[in-house]
C-alpha cells in the first residue's frame, strides 16, 4: 500500500513540475467525474481553489463554469463511457473574474491497476 502511495506522490510531483513549465492546468479523474485523483498546481491557481477542495468534492470544479456553457461541460464529465472531449467554454474563478478555457480530455488504461482514469489539459484561451 505505502508503495502504491509513494508512486502517486511521485506522479503528482513529475506532474506539477510538468504544469509549471507547460502553463496549463492537469485534472485526473474517474471516468463520470465521481472521483478527481489529482489536480496539478496550475490548475489550482487558474480557477482559484485548492487541490484537496477540488478532489474532496468533483462538483465544485463543475460549479465554476459559467451558467451559458454548463449544460454541455457537465454532460461530458458526467458521461462515464466517454473517450475524451475538446471543449471551450467560461469559468467563473473565486475573485469574480471570468476566463475561457480549452478542455482537451483523453481516456486513459492503467494496466498496473487494471483500472480507467481520465486527463484533462485545460488551457487558457483569452
Known amino acids: ?3 502504491t502511495i509513494d508512486r502517486a506522490a511521485m506522479f503528482g510531483e513529475m506532474l506539477n513540475a510538468m504544469g509549471r513549465s507547460i502553463n ?4 485526473i479523474f474517474s471516468p463520470g ?4 485523483h489529482f489536480v496539478s498546481e496550475r490548475l ?5 481553489r485548492q487541490a484537496d477542495v477540488l478532489k474532496r468534492d468533483s462538483d465544485t470544479y463543475l460549479d465554476l463554469i459559467d451558467s451559458k ?3 454541455a461541460v457537465v454532460k461530458s464529465y458526467k458521461k462515464a463511457d466517454l473517450d475524451g472531449w475538446d471543449l471551450t ?7 469574480g473574474t471570468a476566463i475561457t478555457v480549452r478542455d ?5 488504461h492503467l494496466d498496473s491497476v ?7 489539459t485545460i488551457t487558457v484561451v483569452d
Open 1 to 3: 500500500m505505502s508503495e
Open 24 to 27: 496549463d492546468g492537469v485534472m
Open 89 to 95: 467554454y467560461k469559468l467563473n474563478r473565486r475573485d
Open 114 to 120: 487494471d483500472r480507467e482514469v481520465m486527463s484533462s
Open 33 to 36: 467525474f465521481a472521483e478527481v
Open 104 to 108: 482537451v480530455a483523453k481516456r486513459h
Open 44 to 48: 489550482e491557481k487558474l480557477v482559484m
Open 69 to 71: 456553457d454548463r449544460e
